[in-house]
């Protein structure tokens, strides 16, 4: 193909409106190296019920013991040393219960996600036995509880958690984005979930990107999906994968997403069509709730603040770790929200939104973790807007000590 015809292409989709601000980003994210955004393991392709099933399989072998890991690559027909046969049973009882997984793709492929979604621990150490020290794996307490549950709700919200560690609390994020916009009922294609939700840029106003996308006439959509497939063609690149793009690759990535959405308590997955927020039994949206732009204009009311640009609403308890409706109202109230700038926004996502202890006066707000060994602090006025009102204040501390208590069972000394 000719150098130039990638870039004719993507002239073709700008041409396409000119003033369309979705079409704007798009062909600039497109020619970025991170284009496909959110990263997830396109070597599995798994639901809750394929990891609970994993998970089990160990737990069967070795229950909350340690278990080692074998090293480096392994023919599929060759016996493991006498070290791994704990491994090797795992490695069966996985392909018995979910007809796949190898000696290699269990320790390179799952495991990593496992380690990452907080159900397996994964250090190197160095037993009597072993002459070394060598990679072991053990299951965590949420692994054991999550296998052994009999509640269904309990099992989604133990994955919802884990889901979110996974792809760094995105999609609690992309839960509460949604919760706040005008489509907390509407139906999310996979290609805006390709194309903007999956974005990593925190920064980026993806709600105004949907509706630049939705803007667009059904012929206009073909269009811009035609273009993308035909520019995304690794065969128009030189280079390694870095500098190539797949659109093929790209959206086998968001049907991996779409497949993990559906089993978290937020999202509802409805096939070839896309997601909507999760009303059913399992969530806690409600069509009827309308929660968020009320709870949003009774904090600007009760703190008497204005919108500042580049500063957001923040869940001091995350909707996350609702375990029921009760404990959701509660969560999602105007008390338990504050309004910081973004980049200290970013501090609590960076530490997976834990600080959850507020301690604050008319000048500063202290966010903490459980155990206090990591703050992150709010100057009123500059990295937060509250009110100064001492009656106000107490208001806020007393209903932060109250879902501590309930979710946590954390007293405040």
Same mark, same amino acid.
């Given at each position: 193909?000719?150098?130039?015809?990638?870039?004719?292409?993507?002239?073709?989709?700008?041409?396409?409106?000119?003033?369309?601000?979705?079409?704007?980003?798009?062909?600039?994210?497109?020619?970025?190296?991170?284009? @496909?955004?959110?990263?997830?393991?396109?070597?599995?392709?798994?639901?809750?019920?394929?990891?609970?099933?994993?998970?089990?399989?160990?737990?069967?072998?070795?229950?909350?013991?340690?278990?080692?890991?074998?090293?480096?690559?392994?023919?599929?027909?060759?016996?493991?040393?006498?070290?791994?046969?704990?491994?090797?049973?795992?490695?069966?009882?996985?392909?018995?219960?979910?007809?796949?997984?190898?000696?290699?793709?269990?320790?390179?492929?799952?495991?990593?996600?496992?380690?990452?979604?907080?159900?397996?621990? @994964?250090?190197?150490?160095?037993?009597?036995?072993?002459?070394?020290?060598?990679?072991?794996?053990?299951?965590?307490?949420?692994?054991?509880?999550?296998?052994?549950?009999?509640?269904?709700?309990?099992?989604?919200?133990?994955?919802?958690?884990?889901?979110?560690?996974?792809?760094?609390?995105?999609?609690?994020?992309?839960?509460?984005?949604?919760?706040?916009?005008?489509?907390?009922?509407?139906? !999310?294609?996979?290609?805006?979930?390709?194309?903007?939700?999956?974005?990593?840029?925190?920064?980026?106003?993806?709600?105004?990107?949907?509706?630049?996308?939705?803007?667009?006439?059904?012929?206009?959509?073909?269009?811009?999906?035609?273009?993308?497939?035909?520019?995304?063609?690794?065969?128009?690149?030189?280079?390694?994968?870095?500098?190539?793009?797949?659109?093929?690759?790209?959206?086998?990535?968001?049907?991996?997403?779409?497949?993990?959405?559906?089993?978290?308590?937020?999202?509802?997955?409805?096939?070839?069509?896309?997601?909507?927020?999760?009303?059913?039994?399992?969530?806690?949206?409600?069509?009827?709730?309308?929660?968020?732009?009320?709870?949003?204009?009774?904090?600007?009311?009760?703190?008497?603040?204005?919108?500042?640009? @580049?500063?957001?609403?923040?869940?001091?308890?995350? !909707?996350?770790?609702?375990?029921?409706?009760?404990?959701?109202?509660?969560?999602?109230?105007?008390?338990?929200?504050?309004?910081?700038?973004?980049?200290?926004?970013?501090?609590?996502?960076?530490?997976?939104?834990?600080?959850?202890?507020?301690?604050?006066?008319?000048?500063?707000?202290?966010?903490?973790? !459980?155990?206090?060994?990591?703050? !992150?602090?709010?100057?009123?006025?500059?990295?937060?807007?509250?009110?100064?009102?001492?009656?106000?204040?107490?208001?806020?501390?007393?209903?932060?000590?109250?879902?501590?208590?309930?979710?946590?069972?954390?007293?405040?000394?």
């Amino acid at each position: 193909m000719d150098t130039r015809e990638p870039d004719k292409i993507l002239h073709d989709i700008l041409s396409i409106d000119k003033n369309n601000l979705f079409l704007q980003y798009i062909t600039n994210r497109v020619q970025q190296e991170n284009y @496909r955004g959110w990263h997830v393991s396109q070597h599995n392709r798994y639901d809750m019920d394929d990891i609970k099933k994993i998970l089990t399989a160990i737990y069967g072998v070795v229950g909350k013991n340690l278990f080692a890991i074998p090293p480096g690559d392994y023919k599929k027909d060759i016996d493991l040393q006498t070290d791994f046969e704990q491994y090797k049973e795992i490695v069966g009882r996985v392909n018995e219960k979910i007809g796949k997984g190898t000696i290699n793709s269990l320790k390179k492929n799952f495991f990593p996600d496992l380690d990452k979604m907080g159900f397996l621990k @994964r250090e190197k150490i160095r037993p009597a036995s072993f002459n070394r020290k060598t990679l072991h794996g053990q299951l965590t307490p949420s692994a054991v509880e999550f296998i052994k549950t009999s509640s269904l709700i309990k099992e989604y919200h133990i994955f919802t958690k884990a889901i979110d560690k996974l792809f760094g609390n995105k999609i609690s994020h992309l839960a509460e984005v949604i919760s706040r916009s005008d489509y907390r009922t509407e139906i !999310i294609s996979i290609y805006e979930l390709m194309f903007i939700l999956s974005d990593d840029n925190e920064n980026l106003d993806k709600i105004e990107l949907l509706s630049s996308y939705r803007v667009l006439k059904k012929d206009q959509h073909k269009k811009v999906i035609h273009l993308l497939k035909k520019y995304a063609d690794p065969n128009n690149f030189s280079g390694d994968k870095t500098e190539k793009r797949d659109f093929h690759n790209w959206k086998n990535q968001s049907q991996q997403i779409m497949t993990l959405l559906k089993t978290t308590v937020y999202f509802q997955v409805e096939v070839n069509k896309g997601f909507r927020l999760n009303t059913g039994k399992t969530g806690f949206f409600r069509p009827t709730m309308q929660r968020s732009p009320i709870r949003k204009r009774e904090y600007f009311l009760f703190h008497s603040v204005a919108k500042k640009p @580049r500063f957001e609403l923040h869940h001091i308890i995350p !909707i996350a770790l609702a375990r029921n409706k009760a404990e959701a109202r509660l969560i999602d109230d105007h008390l338990n929200l504050i309004y910081i700038h973004k980049n200290t926004h970013k501090e609590f996502s960076r530490n997976q939104n834990k600080n959850v202890v507020l301690a604050i006066d008319p000048n500063k707000a202290t966010f903490s973790n !459980i155990d206090k060994t990591h703050h !992150i602090k709010a100057i009123n006025s500059k990295d937060a807007f509250y009110t100064t009102e001492p009656r106000k204040i107490e208001k806020i501390t007393y209903h932060n000590q109250g879902l501590l208590k309930s979710i946590f069972e954390f007293d405040r000394p």
